[in-house]
Each structure stands twice: as structure tokens, then as C-alpha cells.
């Protein structure tokens, strides 16, 4: 049961409320054993952000409402100069690129390569960071004149990164220089290879740098020995903002390269500045596309990234908005995260990542459309193939011993290899598990995982180690490929060694601030705004009110799939609200607690005795050019 401590303060409440006696819904027979609990709120902890600060103050120094001040303070961002980048922030803020390590090294080795007509292999990645990133190399270095090419590995075929074979077609084609995007940094042996075959290798990346723990508990990195190494990660790399993706730093290194190249007269200086602006487009899209985190600079990488990609002369972008039916429409990271961003990830999934770099490189707009068109297809498919290997995991978790692990790792021998990370993410939304999805590869298995907040994946892989052929990652995110007979070894590590509590598997619902509906206006909504781009590390705000009558109800959409609601405070006062997400969970919930037969008088024209609390957050509703405010609710529970 959920309850509330409240203080009114300036037209909102303060903050104080608690959760407690959530019951475990796997022992509730009202509820399917096949799916989370239909009231899954019930299952998580409602924690009011409670951090202090002048907000009254704030607010009249900014001109904000002091909600909007509260907000701020809990995304940690504290003092007058912060917060206004956070609100203001240009790109004249962002950090300068000379400050990532081995950049300006790289950029001049670069600048060389191109005055000597050496060939330069850029060799990127099958995902969205990657093929960005290669496009951001290729599209600098063609524009000075170098001799370039690409190569995006194929995920079945070559795997994640480096590998020999691509190190020697490129030796055999005459390649003078290697140079990664997005991958590198662990490609050890890949690279001394390089080295052996004479060639020059830089590496750009943004991931984590292999270690060793030593026996006084420090870790000894072990770098590549490339020519020059850019990765934010590495130790000595003084670049303030560890949190860039791969396509920003290469985005900060051809800053670097065009700048030198500018000063040699290979292009103007507004030429190069032109370019740097569209390629904003491709380092924003793919900071969203990575679930990078929307704090620092990545806030306004993206915030001028999506202006970029909203009119970019690119004619892959601009087809790929036109299939997509969002031409002329105000983008958010919304749209690059969940309908543009897949269908460059599905390609390398299904087909190759190539494709999708093609259709960047092209200048031709017909081309770009027929590209982008087959691009949302191998996306629409990939949707179907995801479901059913989702329903697969979830029958083995539900009917195993898996359920009972804190670290789930499910073994899918027939599962497409590719959507193993995307599956692996639906799990752990479902259970709030770390989880390991593993498919049959050519040699052996190979599988992602996906992490929550309480557990360092990469770390805790990095304990047993000795039993993969290849890994890597980052704290939330890993790959990994082993030999078939270890899965069961690794589940059973992983499980004796995961340091998790019961309290950690607990979700967490972070409510910015307790605040009636009555609260809300217009101009509130509107300031809101200011807080974008939303994303990881930058939530959409959520408002948290209890005692809210749902009066009645009408269910929308082509599917059946949305809810339309009025409700009612404690004073009477009426609202919209929308519902977007699991109806059948929602309905299954108010069943359990209020009787079908309320329920069915919701929807019956009658008003319902149903009253609940809810976690919501405002909108303005456009409708024949009528503004009207409604809520959207986000959560709910007794």
C-alpha cells in the first residue's frame, strides 16, 4: 500500500512519501505467472526527489516557474553557471576537442596521410553510433581530399570490431592507415597485427579499456598499441565529459583535423564551419541512438543536433524522416530513439550496416528513399522477430529456475543473434534483473546483456573472464561470445558473485515533485519544454498526486490501445487524462482491487467509485487547432 506525508507549499506539495508492504506478485494468484504483475507500480518503490536548494530564488533569477527549479536541482544540476547551460547551453560550450588525449596527435597523423595520398581505412560498427561515426570520418576526409573508404563489419560474419580478416583484406588493398570509430580499444592482438603488417593504426572510441586487477586492488589498463589512442575513458585523458559516444569523438577529432587542413588552405574556414553544423546532426543522432546520457554537453550535442537533423541537406536523412512521416515535424530524442534510430540498428541486425551508411554517403535522393524505405522494412520485420523471441525468454524464465536467479542469463539456441541485446532489454524491464540473453552462433555462443543501476556489467563479466573468447562493454551494456558448454558456468559465476540484494531488484519510480493537477497550466507546459531533450540521464519530468477519482472512460485508437479518462481531484476539479500504456494490465488492476463490476462501469457512461494515486505528467492536446490541457499517466496504485 502506498502512502503519502505531504506539505503544501506555493501552490505544490513538498515532498515526503514512502512505500511500503508491496506484495510479491509471483505468489498473488490474481495475477498471470506468465507476465510482470498487471499493477506493476505496486511492485516498485514511488521515491519523491527530496534535494534542496533555493528555488524560489532560482526562479526568479531564471524566470522560471520554481517547479521547473525543483526539476533542475534533481537532474544535479547546481549553481547559477550550470544552470544556465542546462536551460542556454550553445555549442560554444562544448569542450574543447584538444583536450581529448591522442586527438590532436591523430589529427596531425591524419592530416599527413591525406597531403601524401595514403589510403585510410576507416572501419566502423554495425550500429547506430557506429555507422555515424564512420560517416562523420569519411564525410571530413573526403571533403580535404584523402584517400578513404569504409568498412562496416557484418555482426555474423566479422563480429564486433576489429578482426584479422579485415586487417588483412586491408593490408592486401594497400591500406597505409587504419582508423576505427566506435571500436578499437580492446583489439589488442587485431592491432599488433596491424603493426606487424606495417600499416598505421589509429583508434577512436568511446568504450570501456581493457584491465587487469592487480593485487593491491588498482587496475592496470592495457591500451592498444596504436599510433595514437582517443577514447575519454583512458587513463591521463583530461577531456572533462567522460559520457560522449563514439561518433562525438570522432566528431571532436575531425574538428581537430579540419581546423589543421583549413589552415593549409585544403578548404575555407566557413566550409569547414558548415560542415562541422551538419555533422552535428550525426553526432546528436547517434549520443540519442547509443542511450548515451542527456547531461553536460550531450544535452546540447543533441539539442543542435536534432535542429540539424529537422533541416538537413542530407539526403539519406531526409529520406529517412520521409518514411518515417516526420518531414516538417519538430523532432525530440524521442523520434531519434525509438523510429529513425531502429531502422539503421535493424539493418546491421538483419542485413548489413552498410546499407545504412549508404544511404548517408549518397547524393543521389532516389537512391537515398529506396534505401531508406528498405531500411523500415528490415525495422518492421525485426519488430515480429523481437515479440516472438521476447514470448520465447519469457516462457523459459517463467517454467525454469531462472526466475529465481539475480542475473539472468537465458540460452535461446535458435534465436536470430542479432536481436539478443533488444531482447535482453525487454527482460530486464519486466523483471528488474540484470540478464544475459545468448543465441547459437557459428562458433559457439554469442549474446548481450543488459543492466540496471546496482550492477556493473562490465566489471563483474571481468571476474571470470577465462571463460569467453571475446567480450566487452560498459556498466549498463556487454557483448560476449563463449563456447557452448560455458553457458551454464557463467549463469552460475555470475549468480555467486553478483553482490545484489533483494533491494536492488526493487525498481524505483523517481517522482519529481508531489504536485496536484490544479497546479498545472499552459505556460507551465510550455516551460517544460526548456528541459529538453529527454532521455537517458535527462527523464521527462513526473508529478505525483493520490486521491484521484477516475470518473470515466472510453478506450481509443485504430488497435483499442489507449484509454481516454476524465478524473477529478479532492475538490471536485476535472481533468483528461491519457493512458498509453498496457491496458490489459491496467484493467487487471482495477479488477483485483475495485471490482469488475466498477470497472465495467467506468467505461459504461456511469460514474466510477474508482480512486487512486497516480504518477503523471502534463501535456498540451492540439485539436483542430484547440489547445487543451490533459494529464498522461504514467503510473498508478491503491
Not at 542556454?88 to 588525449?101: F, I, N, Q
Not at 497550466?521 to 529527454?534: A, D, G, K
Not at 481509443?556 to 498496457?582: C, I, Q, S, T, W
Amino acid at each position: 500500500m502506498l502512502q503519502w506525508v505531504v506539505t503544501f507549499s506555493e501552490g505544490f506539495v513538498d515532498y515526503i512519501e514512502r512505500c511500503d508492504g508491496a506484495r510479491d506478485f509471483r505468489e498473488s494468484e490474481r495475477y498471470s505467472r506468465k507476465r510482470r504483475c498487471p499493477a506493476m507500480m505496486l511492485m516498485a518503490k514511488w521515491m519523491v526527489s527530496a534535494k534542496k536548494a533555493d528555488f524560489n530564488g532560482i526562479a526568479e533569477r531564471f524566470g522560471i516557474d520554481p517547479v521547473i527549479a525543483r526539476i533542475i536541482r534533481n537532474r544535479d544540476v547546481e549553481g547559477d553557471e550550470a544552470i544556465e547551460k542546462f536551460l542556454h547551453g550553445t555549442t560554444a560550450d562544448l569542450y574543447d576537442p584538444a583536450l581529448l588525449k591522442d586527438a590532436d596527435k591523430a589529427a596531425g597523423i591524419l592530416c599527413e596521410k591525406t597531403r601524401e595520398q595514403k589510403k585510410i581505412r576507416v572501419i566502423g560498427d554495425y550500429d547506430i553510433d557506429g555507422v555515424c561515426s564512420s560517416y562523420i570520418l569519411s564525410a571530413c576526409l573526403e571533403k580535404c581530399g584523402a584517400d578513404v573508404s569504409v568498412v562496416i563489419p557484418h555482426r555474423i560474419q566479422d563480429g564486433y570490431g576489429l578482426n584479422d580478416r579485415l586487417i588483412e583484406e586491408a593490408a592486401g588493398e594497400g591500406v597505409d592507415t587504419i582508423l576505427t570509430c566506435d571500436n578499437g580499444i580492446a583489439a589488442l592482438s587485431q592491432t599488433a597485427l596491424a603493426k606487424r603488417l606495417g600499416m598505421t593504426v589509429i583508434v577512436t572510441d568511446h568504450h570501456e579499456v581493457p584491465y587487469e586487477v592487480q593485487e593491491d586492488g588498482s587496475r592496470l589498463e592495457t591500451l592498444p598499441e596504436a599510433d595514437a589512442v582517443a577514447d575519454p575513458k583512458q587513463s591521463g585523458c583530461t577531456y572533462p565529459y567522460k559520457g560522449i559516444c563514439g561518433a562525438v569523438v570522432a566528431y571532436k577529432l575531425m574538428e581537430l583535423y579540419l581546423g589543421k587542413m583549413a589552415d593549409e588552405g585544403a578548404l575555407s574556414a566557413a566550409e569547414k564551419e558548415t560542415l562541422l553544423r551538419e555533422l552535428l546532426a550525426f553526432a546528436g543522432f547517434a549520443t540519442v541512438g547509443d542511450v548515451m546520457e542527456l547531461t553536460d554537453e550531450n544535452r546540447i550535442l543533441v539539442r543542435y543536433g536534432l535542429q540539424q537533423i529537422e533541416h538537413s541537406s542530407n539526403p539519406g536523412l531526409r529520406a529517412l524522416l520521409t518514411v518515417n512521416e516526420l518531414a516538417e515535424k519538430k523532432l525530440t530524442g524521442y523520434h531519434v530513439g525509438f523510429i529513425l534510430g531502429p531502422c539503421l540498428n535493424a539493418t546491421g541486425r538483419l542485413d548489413t550496416a552498410a546499407r545504412a551508411l549508404a544511404m548517408f554517403r549518397t547524393k543521389e535522393q532516389a537512391e537515398a528513399v529506396t534505401i531508406a524505405g528498405e531500411l523500415k522494412a528490415l525495422n518492421d520485420s525485426r519488430k515480429e522477430m523481437t515479440l516472438l523471441g521476447t514470448a520465447q525468454a519469457m516462457e523459459q524464465i517463467e517454467n525454469t529456475a531462472l526466475k529465481e536467479d539475480k542475473v539472468m542469463v537465458v540460452f535461446l539456441p535458435d534465436c536470430h543473434e542479432s536481436l539478443a541485446g533488444i531482447i535482453a532489454g525487454r527482460i530486464r524491464e519486466r523483471y528488474h534483473k540484470p540478464v544475459f540473453v545468448l543465441t547459437r552462433g557459428e562458433e559457439g555462443v554469442k549474446g548481450s546483456g543488459r543492466s540496471i543501476e546496482a550492477y556493473h556489467m562490465y566489471d563483474k563479466m571481468s571476474e571470470c573472464r577465462e571463460l569467453y573468447t571475446k567480450y566487452g562493454g560498459h556498466k549498463m551494456a556487454a557483448g560476449v561470445s563463449m563456447p557452448e558448454e560455458n553457458v551454464e558456468a557463467f549463469r552460475t559465476f555470475l549468480n555467486a558473485h553478483s553482490g545484489l540484494t533483494d533491494e536492488d531488484l526493487v525498481e524505483v519510480i523517481h517522482i519529481d515533485v508531489p504536485m496536484p493537477m490544479s497546479y498545472v497550466t499552459p505556460e507551465f507546459v510550455r516551460q517544460l519544454s526548456l528541459l529538453e531533450p529527454f532521455g537517458n540521464g535527462n527523464p521527462k519530468p513526473v508529478f505525483a498526486q493520490k486521491n484521484v477519482r477516475v470518473c470515466r472512460g472510453r478506450i481509443l485508437g485504430k488497435n483499442r490501445n489507449v484509454g481516454k479518462y476524465r478524473v477529478a481531484d479532492e475538490n471536485g476539479r476535472e481533468y483528461d487524462m491519457m493512458y498509453f500504456g498496457d491496458l490489459e494490465q491496467w484493467h487487471a488492476f482495477l479488477s483485483a482491487h475495485f471490482g469488475q463490476e466498477e470497472t465495467d462501469r467506468l467505461y459504461a457512461g456511469g460514474s466510477s467509485a474508482i480512486v487512486i494515486s497516480v504518477i503523471y505528467y502534463p501535456d498540451i492536446n492540439v485539436y483542430r487547432g484547440v489547445e487543451s490541457l490533459q494529464m498522461v499517466m504514467q503510473g498508478y496504485s491503491v
